[in-house]
């Protein structure tokens, strides 16, 4: 637990300490304000709830959440900070989640820093709070899943560049999973049941489905076993390359 | 019907025997823990068909200080990424006080200090925030914790330079504060890998310095290919070449390899004087060869095999009255046994 805990602070600290906690801020702040209020049609749809805000989340992620994991492992391999890391008496799956967790922590500090719409369409009408709540968790959780998507491939290669690269498109697949872009590639060759498992691994689905306020078991199952599922990745790739 | 009974009384008698081997055991694994601090035994790493370290075999005791030799790419920062826990062998042993580091990697890592190549750390950290931070993940705590980072800036001086950000420290500096994390739980046992490589020889002597303190009561590998360093501070020195141990003894007795082991040198004042000295000095009793260095005025005469031709070149200078700046006796050139040895393994690998 020590470890854990050591290693969780000095990484939540590490991002503030430099500019690239508060880039990523304004900027999440920001497009989520904007996609939101044009894009979304906030006021013109004229309900009292947060779907505009919600529905742009995943396209945010895509690209925000890559370039927050991407450093996770890339940059303590090529300043080989990450042999004085995994020297330590830690186990390498107590790294990887205290890394994991200091990322999530960070990009739950932004997710939070979006309350000023919730105060609005609190003022403006008398929204669902619940399915708003509800929303919130979702969302964090569906970040959580390209997070730990990004720390294995991050863990994978040196360089943050590639790292970013292949987490938006590995992200970009899962998300889409249930969609045709995907589903096309399967759809002629594969078994019906493996057409079913492949859109069941969507990202977007699951969101969807808790973003409505829907809160059910198996959409939170998903996403934490999805993280845990690409955290184990991590730790195994690690353990396979993290000398080379 | 004798047979089976026969049989029967083997095994019990093997039980005995199994049982005496066990307190044999017993006994072996509290002398593993009494003195060797570290033990490597047929240590293999291979990455896909290039070897880097090769069946690498041995032990270091409590107290000693072991220079750990070789060329570049002779597999030293392997062994040491072994013996620290970072990459795991592909086959034989490693231990640190008895502990294996495949088995028991957290007890094997918590009795070792380890400083890694290049001393790596967290450039936006503070010495002080760097400091706290591995002492939390060792698990010190309250007045120990404190009094363990004070002892360790104290004793690496690193307190004009706490709340610098690392990556704004200079090189001497950034290699302290990887000394500094190294020793901050007091480890029994310390693994440096090129503590000095990269220095000035100013920071190299500081960093010297700073080992040699640190070694009362401390077990400590070095890594290096300063042999300079080897004679300052080990008591014992490997050398390793293509993954293989080449030598493994006592710097004196390293020295003592030398060709220019019990040679006398001499630096004549007038270079002219150079060639009839040369010849005197290839005819005086127990001198094998003569080198001559014309840039300097030198004369080299090494010895004969198991001879001592001290006293008859000083002899043989005050009767013939020689003009010479210098006349000593060499103890050894560590720099040539470390270059015949390793040169003598590229040529046979």
Not at chain 1, 146 to 174: K, M, P, W
Not at chain 2, 200 to 228: C, F, Y
Not at chain 2, 289 to 318: F, I, N
């Amino acid at each position: 637990m020590n470890g854990l805990r050591a290693i969780y602070q000095r990484e939540l600290a590490s991002y503030f300490a430099t500019p690239l906690a508060y880039v990523f801020i304004v900027i999440f702040l920001l497009l989520a304000g904007a996609l939101t209020f044009s894009l979304g049609g906030f006021y013109e749809r004229g309900q009292a709830d947060l779907a505009p805000f919600f529905s742009f989340h995943p396209w945010l992620y895509l690209f925000l959440v890559p370039a927050v994991a991407m450093r996770l492992w890339a940059e303590e391999r090529r300043s080989g900070s990450i042999e004085l890391l995994l020297t330590l008496p830690v186990r390498p799956g107590v790294a990887v989640a205290a890394k994991f967790l200091a990322g999530l922590t960070f990009i739950g500090v932004a997710l939070a820093l979006t309350f000023p719409v919730w105060i609005t369409v609190n003022y403006l009408g008398s929204p669902d709070n619940g399915a708003i709540v509800a929303g919130y968790v979702g969302s964090l959780l569906m970040a959580g899943g390209f997070l730990a998507v990004g720390s294995c491939l991050s863990a994978a290669t040196r360089s943050q560049v590639i790292a970013f690269i292949l987490t938006v498109v590995v992200c970009f697949l899962l998300l889409l999973a249930g969609f045709p872009l995907v589903l096309d590639v399967f759809r002629g060759w594969a078994p019906a049941p493996l057409l079913d498992a492949v859109a069941s691994l969507s990202f977007l689905t699951h969101f969807q489905a808790i973003s409505k306020g829907v809160l059910d078991l198996r959409d939170l199952l998903y996403f934490i076993m999805t993280i845990g599922v690409w955290l184990y990745a991590t730790t195994l790739v690690l353990e396979l390359r993290k000398a080379d | 019907m004798g047979e089976p009974q026969a049989l029967q009384d083997r095994g019990g008698f093997c039980k005995i025997a199994d049982r005496v081997g066990r307190l044999g055991n017993r006994a072996a694994a509290f002398r593993v823990i009494g003195d060797r601090m570290i033990e490597v035994s047929g240590l293999t790493k291979r990455y896909g068909d290039v070897v880097a370290v090769s069946d690498l075999s041995f032990r270091v005791v409590a107290g000693e200080i072991l220079g750990f030799l070789g060329p570049n790419g002779a597999g030293k920062t392997t062994t040491m990424r072994i013996i620290a826990g970072f990459i795991a062998p592909t086959a034989g042993t490693a231990a640190v006080l008895g502990h294996d580091v495949g088995r028991e990697p957290l007890a094997a890592r918590q009795a070792l200090g380890y400083l890694p190549e290049g001393a790596p750390s967290w450039p936006e950290m503070t010495p002080r925030s760097f400091l706290a931070f591995i002492a939390d993940v060792r698990g010190l705590k309250g007045e120990q914790r404190r009094r363990r980072l004070a002892d360790t800036v104290d004793r690496l001086g690193l307190g004009p330079v706490l709340d610098q950000t690392i990556d704004t420290l200079s090189k001497g500096f950034k290699r302290r504060v990887g000394l500094a994390q190294a020793i901050v739980h007091d480890p029994p046992v310390l693994v440096l890998d090129e503590p000095t490589d990269g220095l000035d020889p100013n920071q190299k002597h500081e960093v010297r310095t700073l080992i040699s303190e640190m070694a009362p009561g401390k077990t400590i590998v070095i890594s290096t290919h300063i042999l300079e360093e080897v004679d300052a501070v080990c008591t014992r020195a490997i050398i390793v070449a293509h993954g293989r141990l080449l030598v493994d003894e006592r710097p004196a007795v390293l020295q003592a390899r030398s060709r220019y082991h019990n040679a006398v040198t001499l630096t004549v004042a007038e270079p002219a004087d150079l060639p009839h000295i040369a010849a005197a000095l290839r005819a005086a009793p127990g001198v094998g060869d003569v080198e001559v260095d014309l840039r300097d005025g030198r004369l080299t005469a090494l010895p004969a095999p198991g001879q001592l031709p001290l006293a008859a070149v000083s002899e043989l200078a005050s009767r013939e009255h020689w003009n010479l700046h210098e006349l000593r006796l060499e103890a050894g050139r560590l720099d040539e046994v470390f270059r015949s040895v390793t040169s003598a393994a590229e040529q046979a690998p």
